[in-house]
């Protein structure tokens, strides 16, 4: 992953009760942040779309928060989703309420137990009809409920395929979408398989000078290859890697960014200002206008007040830059060679070019500190432009 030039990964469904240390160490060391999934696929670990009032329950929050708890400490814990795709058409219309409640009470929770913020957002579907009601939903800013709106709006957008344009992909009437969003927009998603291999040609448009002044970059599905054909690698039954033709053409894509151009874009201020919330945002009667959250289920401010404490939180280890022992092919089947872990310096992010051939001779942790909040990329401030997500990397990384 460092070698490909990603500094972002997503991780959809974590375990809080297992020992994550090593593995966030690696991609600490590497530059790379993650942001992390609340949820999980397992009872109750989830809200339920089709009658999100019988999940919403006090062992939901032992999932929600026993994550909270487990990453908080590690420096490269960048954001959390409160939730993905949970409204789409078959969620019922009060589910955005209830998203906004999780998001709530998430905040309440870092508020009280962790050294510093970090920011929770939600994850949508590309549905049209209801996109821009979903981002203004979550936007807005509630004078009753403070804390509910989202710090972030993640898209999984599928809409660029094969050898698709700005325009024909309709990127342009998503880029016209966000323009004016008041909180950071970008692909929590995105990397249409239809057309194979893919060539990824949609990077140069999100990282191009018409989409940085509305997104702020996009997350790569997947890392691994499974059923649903999204893979960039190949985890062979002899524990080989095979790089994919696709993992090649997106490095390229990424080698062509400007990054100078990329980092002066982020640090471009913006003038719009948090709309407050009222039913005068919602166009599409479908979608909720009801901005009255849910109050907090028995026994849920009892764990906010006092801490889950049934999880224990992570911290670093030392990481030391050294070769890749394992056997790795490119897509024609000649094997990789040199490719070598290159321990990054505190609060450095990963980016293109970052070369994971350096003969360095290990840096102990590499961003080490967990009080790193005024470094320049420090985690818990959304201004990495680009990564890749992956649904299956803990559980390739952590045995």
């Not at 909270?68 to 219309?93: C, H, M, Q, R, W």
């Not at 289920?297 to 009892?302: L, M, N, R, Y």
Request: with cysteine; hydrophobic share 35%.
């Amino acid at each position: 992953m460092q070698r490909l030039g990603v500094n972002t990964i997503r991780i959809y469904n974590l375990s809080p009760e297992l020992n994550h240390d090593e593995c966030v160490s690696i991609f600490n060391a590497a530059g790379i942040y993650m942001i992390l999934d609340v949820n999980s696929p397992l009872y109750p670990g989830y809200i339920d779309r089709t009658a999100p009032w019988e999940t919403y329950t006090k062992d939901y929050y032992t999932q929600v928060f026993g994550i909270i708890e487990a990453f908080k400490d590690y420096p490269n814990t960048l954001a959390f989703f409160a939730g993905n795709e949970v409204i789409n058409e078959d969620s019922v219309e009060q589910v955005p309420q209830y998203i906004r409640a999780v998001q709530r009470d998430m905040k309440e929770y870092i508020d009280k137990h962790l050294d510093r913020p970090i920011p929770v957002g939600y994850s949508a579907a590309d549905i049209r009809p209801i996109l821009e009601d979903t981002l203004n939903y979550f936007m807005c800013e509630d004078e009753d409920y403070p804390t509910s709106h989202s710090d972030f709006f993640g898209l999984n957008s599928y809409s660029w395929c094969g050898d698709a344009t700005y325009e024909t992909s309709g990127f342009d009437d998503l880029t016209e979408m966000m323009r004016d969003a008041t909180i950071p927009v970008f692909f929590s998603e995105y990397g249409c398989n239809e057309v194979q291999p893919r060539e990824f040609t949609e990077v140069q448009a999100i990282y191009g000078t018409e989409m940085t002044q509305a997104f702020s970059g996009g997350l790569v599905y997947e890392y691994t290859q499974e059923e649903n054909d999204y893979g960039l690698v190949q985890i062979n039954d002899n524990d080989t890697i095979t790089l994919l033709v696709d993992f090649e053409n997106l490095q390229n894509q990424y080698a062509q960014l400007d990054m100078d151009r990329i980092r002066a874009s982020n640090s471009t201020q913006t003038n719009a200002r948090p709309v407050q919330c009222s039913s005068n945002l919602i166009q599409n009667s479908t979608f909720s206008s009801n901005f009255t959250l849910p109050a907090k289920p028995p026994g849920v401010q009892d764990l906010i007040d006092n801490g889950y404490d049934k999880v224990n939180a992570g911290k670093l280890v030392d990481v030391e830059s050294e070769d890749v022992e394992t056997t790795i092919y490119d897509h024609n089947g000649d094997r990789v060679t040199g490719v070598r872990l290159n321990v990054l310096a505190s609060g450095e992010s990963n980016e293109p070019g970052n070369s994971t051939t350096s003969s360095g001779s290990g840096s102990g942790s590499g961003n080490s500190s967990n009080n790193n909040d005024d470094d320049e990329g420090a985690a818990g401030i959304l201004s990495v432009p680009f990564g890749l997500m992956t649904a299956t990397l803990l559980a390739f990384f952590m045995l």
